[in-house]
């Protein structure tokens, strides 16, 4: 599919040009009856554009996502997505997600674009009165209540920290609350999960693992080597998590993380949030798109490796608004192994399609029939409750202290 050129502007001139835009319905499933979570319609809502069609189907692109017409009862909290500066803000908090993980500034910055990064997200939560930057889980919690969506700070990697540990505890001041140590490519802290090497933590990333302990910065081990994820978790006082990856036994993907991974993360009490981006749940020697049943068995396989549910969470990689263009560079950057490929050949390439997620999950207020596929599955209100944030949100305690 061909999409049209557009400007995009900066996340930090965005909040001066904002401005409100149409959404179209959405047919969601019908809740399974006699849920216990009720069965929770859709509604469609007209901001004064003529729109009608699905929200994902907008011809330039743009991720939207359907208003529900109440508050789930549940809390779900996303570890990993993006909120890009066309997004629909006013409506963010009415999509059925209490927490968003939202990148806050794109991986491989320097310390003034993370610095702009942190700060446009304060700058969002001041404007629109459904949405709050969060701290503590007592945040999250209250934000339920009142209505609204938090915004969980996380940074995709720790180019940003340079040499100098002091940056970390001035941006955990600033509201981060996780972070990851490298974004698939090897820098100054740990090696990349799409790099050539396997030589774990450095002596720096040790100290920053240790620094992110003292002031309170979730450890998110996902983009990041094998060899440094085992070391990450191992030096760590508190659980970490994998914000966004499968289990590579069911999806070899480099990006994917391996049983070893996985157990070491059990076995520290730590959370793996399996993700229903496509590339990362598509099987081998397979063409069509991948469904939610064969999320729901992603999650199998860590609960059975746990023999509970404590351990399990659901992130999306979802966008709200546009996903930026790729930029070109002339000078022959190196290649790294490319996580798409499989899917970019036999379900879309286009990496704005609803399609690149599990079919049944692509809109952000279909977490509705999410939950109640869940129980439909055999699992419990309980382990569903757990799946979609009392697991995350325990491990946020800990770190967290509050």
């Known amino acids: 599919m061909t999409v049209p050129s ?3 502007l900066p996340r930090r ?3 001066k040009k904002a401005t409100v835009v149409g959404v179209g319905g959405s047919a969601l499933g019908a809740a399974a009856g006699g849920s216990p979570f009720g069965a929770i319609p859709p509604t469609a809502i007209d901001a004064g554009a003529a729109d009608t069609k699905a929200p994902q189907q907008a011809p330039h692109g743009k991720s939207v996502h359907t208003v529900l017409d109440s508050n789930p009862p549940f809390i779900y909290v996303d570890p990993c997505m993006q909120i890009w500066p066309d997004a629909d803000l006013h409506l963010a908090h009415l999509h059925g997600v209490t927490a968003y993980g939202v990148t806050a500034w794109d991986p491989h910055a320097d310390v003034r674009a993370a610095t702009d990064g942190i700060m446009y997200w304060h700058g969002v939560a001041a404007e629109h009165a459904g949405l709050e930057v969060v701290r503590t889980v007592d945040d999250i919690r209250r934000a339920k209540r009142e209505g609204k969506a938090g915004l969980l700070l996380a940074a995709q990697d720790g180019d940003w920290v340079g040499y100098d540990l002091g940056r970390i505890q001035a941006f955990a001041d600033l509201g981060l609350r996780m972070m990851l140590l490298v974004y698939n490519a090897t820098n100054q802290l ?3 999960a799409l790099d050539r090497t396997e ?3 450095s002596r720096l990333g040790q100290r920053v693992v240790e620094e992110c302990n003292r002031v309170g910065i979730v450890l998110d081990c996902s983009h990041t080597g094998k060899r440094a994820t085992l070391e990450i978790m191992d030096r760590s006082a508190h659980p970490c998590v994998f914000s966004h990856s499968n289990p590579s036994a069911l ?7 391996d049983d070893e991974q996985i157990r070491a993360c059990i076995s520290r009490d730590g959370v793996i949030a399996l993700v229903s981006w496509g ?3 598509m099987r081998p020697n397979t063409t069509a798109r991948p469904t939610l049943e064969g999320f729901f068995q992603l999650i199998d396989h860590v609960v059975n490796m746990a023999g509970n549910t404590d351990n399990v969470a659901i992130s999306t990689d979802m966008s709200i608004g546009t996903y930026p263009d790729h930029p070109h560079d002339p000078f022959n950057p190196p290649e790294y192994p ?3 490929a499989q899917y970019n050949e036999h379900v879309t390439a286009d990496f704005r399609s609803p399609r690149r997620q599990v079919d049944g999950f692509e809109d952000y207020a279909q977490i509705v029939d999410v939950a109640d596929g869940l129980l439909r599955y055999g699992y419990s209100e309980t382990d569903v409750e757990k799946i ?3 697991n995350f949100l325990r491990v946020a305690q800990e770190v967290w202290g509050r």
């Open 13 to 15: 001139d965005f909040l």
């Open 279 to 281: 590339p990362l749940c």
């Open 251 to 257: 999806v070899p993907n480099p990006r994917n993380i």
């Open 388 to 390: 979609l944030a009392e």
């Open 199 to 201: 030589g774990g933590l």
């Open 338 to 340: 490319d996580i798409a």
């Open 190 to 192: 740990a090696d990349g």
């Open 6 to 8: 557009r400007e995009t």
